[in-house]
């Protein structure tokens, strides 16, 4: 599992730096060894775009879905990588300033973009909320054309209002079908009214609430493969 967080950028920098003092041995190797290899097969990337939910707050990062979404790969022995770019405590704004930058570390096939829900619990403008989610996406299909987007539906409790709730969710409906998006009605569904699937702060999953996201998300994402 190869896993993006916003500390990723010092790891790479850092790896840089290592890789700068072996460059001579690395040079010294001859380079009809290199040119005997056959060349291997490019291996398509799954991207998980997300927040906590997708970072796998709370849970070990084996237990998060988007890691059980990679077994199910390799148990299929497909030729996919999948990538972790989950951030807890992202926004939709957030996701907006970094999605240059995800994009640019490698190519994707299948982009599964889990945003949105810390907007609605925090009672952010919707019409920011769908802004920023509009540009992820225009962004993902401007460096990334060939890619397949999935959108999670995300569903909020009525903190803010039955009415904000409810424009909240149908957000995702519309943008899906603006956008000819392959949409995941509600990621969460089944894990919210059952208390042994959720933590203790009521919103992130447990181990066993992940195991049941995994099985929602792999349901769209299989045929995509």
Known sequence: ?????????????????????????????PAAATAAKPAA????????FGDSITAGLGVDPE??????????????????????????????????????????????????????????LRGLPLTDTRRNLQAIIDTVRQQAPQAKI?????????????AYAADFKKLYAETA?????I???FLLEGVGGIARLNQRDGIHPTPEGHRLVAR?????VQPLL
Request: hydrophobic share 45%; with cysteine.
């Open 1 to 29: 599992m190869k896993y993006l967080p916003g500390s990723a950028l010092l790891l790479a920098l850092l790896a840089a730096g290592c890789h700068s003092d072996t460059t001579a041995s690395t040079a010294a190797a």
């Open 41 to 48: 097969k490019a291996q398509q990337t799954i991207l998980f």
């Open 63 to 120: 237990e998060a879905y988007p890691a059980l979404i990679e077994n199910k790969v390799d148990s299929l022995h497909l030729p996919y990588a999948v990538v972790n770019a989950g951030l807890s405590g992202e926004t939709t704004a957030g996701g907006r300033s970094r999605i240059n930058w995800v994009l640019s570390r490698q190519p994707v096939s299948v982009f599964v973009l889990e945003l949105g829900g810390n907007d609605g």
């Open 150 to 162: 999935v959108l999670a539906g995300m569903q909020i409790p009525p903190n803010m209002g039955p």
């Open 177 to 181: 079908a603006k956008n000819h998006l």
């Open 183 to 185: 949409l995941i009605p």
């Open 216 to 220: 929602t998300v792999w349901r769209t």
